[in-house]
């Protein structure tokens, strides 16, 4: 159970921290609006002077800008010790978004990804969202060329159900996958997603880890987001859910305590001791909150306290009324 300092990528040479940095609030314009560019650029730095080397990124965080801005920071570090995973699957050329996975697509999202970032290479890229109609293994074709071209490392997929990955992963090219999933949406390890990924050495990379926020502790009553922040129509902010979630949180509290910790930090440990789950990237609005997650790296959890939480949160799983956070449409 205890976590080790890299965590090898699928079938890929790609070795990551356990813990990396969910960038979809750097370059703004997603789901979460108004980070200043420097803000954003602040959350990068924070990541990578302390001990984070994956930033998690993607096309459609800000339509290129969340890119940009962490393309610029990186060439303040050492490109060869940052794990860049970025995304792409989206088409709004028509004025609408429309999802593409044809081979030609994801080539040329792959090519304009490397220009924005300013690298030649990618070291993880996921199609974002599957499409309708192209065949799954297909799509993972185009990017095991890209891959045996070096312009990327490792092989990703994202939103794809069970049955889309086992349809993509038909060649056994499939490196990692990246959902939703957290100890409040379990629902990916009672339906066995995990366990297939667990089976033929695909990584697993859950995101939304800290539900929002809602898993770091800080909320202990009903809270009013301002209309433009999507939390305030998702159902795990709303009564009678919420509720429940909030005692399960206080069962942690005790446990940080005695780690001298904070309740996510202790979350996010609980993750990276998970054997399901390979890298956990939880994201973030303000550095400082990005260092207090560093410091998870540090924490071990006793067999009895990762028993203890895993047993409260047990059960807990997806909603089917209120808004999910990463519908494509
Ligand atoms: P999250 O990790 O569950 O929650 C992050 C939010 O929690 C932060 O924005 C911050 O919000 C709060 N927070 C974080 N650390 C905190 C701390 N130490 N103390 C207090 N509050 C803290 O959700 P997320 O950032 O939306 O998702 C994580 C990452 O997953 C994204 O950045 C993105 O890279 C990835 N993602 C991927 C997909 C996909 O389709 N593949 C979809 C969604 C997300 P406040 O300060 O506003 O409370």
Redesign the pocket.
């Known amino acids: 159970m205890k976590k080790s300092s890299f965590v090898k990528i699928g079938h890929s040479d790609v070795l990551a921290t356990p813990l990396g940095l ?4 750097v370059g703004g314009y997603n ?2 609006p108004n980070l200043k560019d420097d803000d954003g650029r602040a959350l990068v730095r924070a990541a990578l002077d302390n001990g984070i080397n994956l930033l ?3 096309y459609v ?1 800000g339509l290129g800008h969340s890119e940009e801005l962490v393309g610029e920071v990186m060439k303040e570090y050492d490109r060869d010790k940052i794990i860049l995973a970025t ?1 792409g699957a989206q088409d709004f050329s028509s004025g609408e978004q429309v999802i593409d996975n044809r081979p030609e697509f994801l080539t040329d999202q792959v090519n304009k990804s490397l220009k924005r970032l300013g690298t030649d290479y990618i070291d993880i890229f ?1 199609i ?2 599957p499409d309708h109609d192209t065949p799954k293994a297909e799509a993972v074709g185009a990017l095991q060329k890209l891959k045996e071209a070096g312009k990327i490392r490792a092989i990703g997929i ?2 794809f159900s069970l049955d889309q990955i086992k349809e993509a992963n038909a060649d056994g090219y499939v490196d990692i996958v ?3 999933f ?1 100890l409040l949406h379990q629902d990916h390890l009672t339906e066995g997603m995990l366990d297939y990924l667990h089976d033929h050495q695909i990584s697993f990379v859950p ?7 809602l ?2 502790g ?1 909320y202990d009553h009903k809270i009013d987001f301002p209309a433009d922040d999507i939390r305030s129509q998702i159902a795990d902010f709303t009564e009678p859910r919420f509720s429940k979630v909030l005692k399960a949180v206080d069962v942690v509290r005790p446990i940080a305590k005695t780690h001298q910790a ?1 309740v ?1 930090q202790v979350v996010l440990a609980w993750y990276m001791q998970n054997p399901l789950i390979s890298v956990v ?6 550095a400082e ?1 990005v260092k ?2 560093a410091h998870a790296l540090d924490i071990t959890l006793t067999d009895a306290e990762y028993r203890t939480i895993e047993q409260v949160f047990n059960g807990f799983k997806h909603t089917t009324s209120g808004k999910s ?2 519908d494509p449409e």
């Open positions: 969910g960038t979809n609030a789901l979460f998690d990124t993607a965080y995304k996921y974002h969202f994202s939103n990246e959902d939703e957290s995101y939304f880890p800290l539900a929002s926020g898993l770091t800080k904070t996510a990237i939880p994201g973030a609005k303000r909150q207090a997650n956070l990463a």
